[in-house]
C-alpha cells in the first residue's frame, strides 16, 4: 500500500516521503480499515508516541496521522460491534502506525459508524477537535447552562468546535483570537470576542470556565480569571498557573464511540461545522503538509476518490 511515511523526528514535517509499506493486519479486537480521508496534526511529529511504542522502542520508519474515515475491510479475531463493509471513523491509537495509508489498523473501540449523509473527508475532520472539545467541557469542565465560558482560538480547529457547543450547551461564550478571527470566532456562536493582540484580557472578569488552547503567558493570565468554584481546561500542557479557588485540569483525548456518535449527529442536523481547509491526494500529502503560506481550516488527505 502507498503511505506517508516518516524517519527523523529532527525535520518534521519536512522529512515526509510516500512509500510502499507492507498492509496492516487486523489483530486481536481490530479492524483493518480501507482509508478513504485521513486528518494529521502538524504538532504531532513533536509527541514521543509518533516516534515509539507502548514500551519505549524506536517504530521508525512510522506511518502519521490519528484521524480517519473509511470502510470496515476486515476483524480481527474476537472483534464484536463492527461488520465489514460498515462506513466508519474514529481517532487511532497514539503509538501504533496511524492513517496517512491506504490502509490502517484500528481498535474497533475507537471507531464509531459514520452516517452515510456525512462525506468522508467531513468525518476524518471530525475525532481529534471535536472529542478535544467535548472532553474539555462535558467531561472535565463540566459545563452547565448559564455559565460562562472563556474560549481560547475560538476560531481554530479545537476552539471552533468548543465555541459551538458551549453556545448549544446554554453557556455564554467569550472568544480569543487575534483581529483577523473576530468574524469567525462571532459566526461559530461567541457572545463576545477578545483580540489577544490588542485587548487586555483581564478586561473579560471572571468566568466560571477557561478552554485554553495557547498555554504560556495567556494561560497564566486565564487561571487569574476563573471564579470560585470555576475551572480551567487547558490542552497546552501542565498549567503554570492554577486558579485561586478553582481547578485546573490539563488532559490528552481519548478515542470514545459514543461522544463520536454525539458529535457525528450534531454535524448531520446543523448544529456543529468543522472547518476544512486544504484538501489533498495522498500522493500531494507531503507537499499540503509543507505549504509555502499560511493555510486556515484543517489539512485533509483524500486517500480514495
Do not use: C
Request: no cysteine; glycine share 14%; aromatic share 6%.
Amino acid at each position: 500500500m502507498k503511505a506517508i511515511v516518516v524517519a527523523d523526528q529532527t525535520v518534521g514535517t519536512a522529512g515526509m516521503t510516500l512509500e510502499e509499506r507492507p498492509d496492516p493486519e487486523a489483530a486481536g479486537n481490530d479492524v483493518l480499515v480501507e482509508v478513504h480521508a485521513s486528518g494529521f496534526t502538524p504538532g504531532e511529529l513533536t509527541w514521543p508516541s509518533a516516534w515509539v511504542d507502548r514500551l519505549g522502542r524506536d517504530r521508525t520508519p512510522s506511518i502519521p496521522g490519528h484521524e480517519l474515515a473509511g470502510v470496515v475491510s476486515a476483524l480481527g479475531y474476537g472483534t464484536a460491534g463492527l461488520s465489514v463493509g460498515q462506513r466508519v471513523f474514529g481517532l487511532t491509537d497514539w503509538t501504533r502506525d496511524g492513517t496517512l495509508a491506504e490502509y490502517a489498523a484500528v481498535e474497533a473501540r475507537n471507531l464509531a459508524p459514520l452516517p452515510g449523509d456525512v462525506d468522508f473527508t467531513v468525518g476524518a475532520s471530525l475525532p481529534i477537535s471535536g472529542l478535544t472539545a467535548w472532553q474539555g467541557l462535558f467531561v472535565h469542565g463540566q459545563v452547565q447552562p448559564g455559565q460562562s465560558v472563556l474560549v481560547h482560538g475560538a476560531a481554530g480547529g479545537v476552539g471552533s468546535m468548543v465555541t459551538q457547543l458551549a453556545r448549544e450547551a446554554g453557556a455564554y461564550v467569550i472568544g480569543t483570537g487575534r483581529a483577523a478571527d473576530r468574524q469567525a470566532a462571532l459566526d461559530f456562536g461567541a457572545q463576545e470576542f477578545v483580540d489577544l493582540d490588542n485587548d487586555a484580557l483581564k478586561e473579560v472578569g471572571g468566568v466560571d470556565l477557561v478552554f485554553d488552547v495557547i498555554g504560556g503567558d495567556i494561560g497564566k493570565a486565564s487561571a487569574g480569571l476563573v471564579r470560585a468554584g470555576g475551572t480551567l481546561v487547558t490542552i497546552a500542557g501542565p498549567p503554570e498557573a492554577r486558579p485561586a479557588e478553582g481547578r485546573a485540569i490539563d488532559f490528552v483525548v481519548e478515542a470514545d464511540r459514543a461522544q463520536l456518535g454525539e458529535i457525528v449527529q450534531r454535524v448531520r442536523d446543523g448544529r456543529l461545522r468543522t472547518t476544512i481547509g486544504t484538501v489533498a491526494t495522498l500522493d500531494d500529502a507531503v507537499a499540503a503538509f509543507n505549504p509555502t503560506e499560511r493555510t486556515k481550516g484543517k489539512t485533509i488527505i483524500r486517500v480514495r476518490p
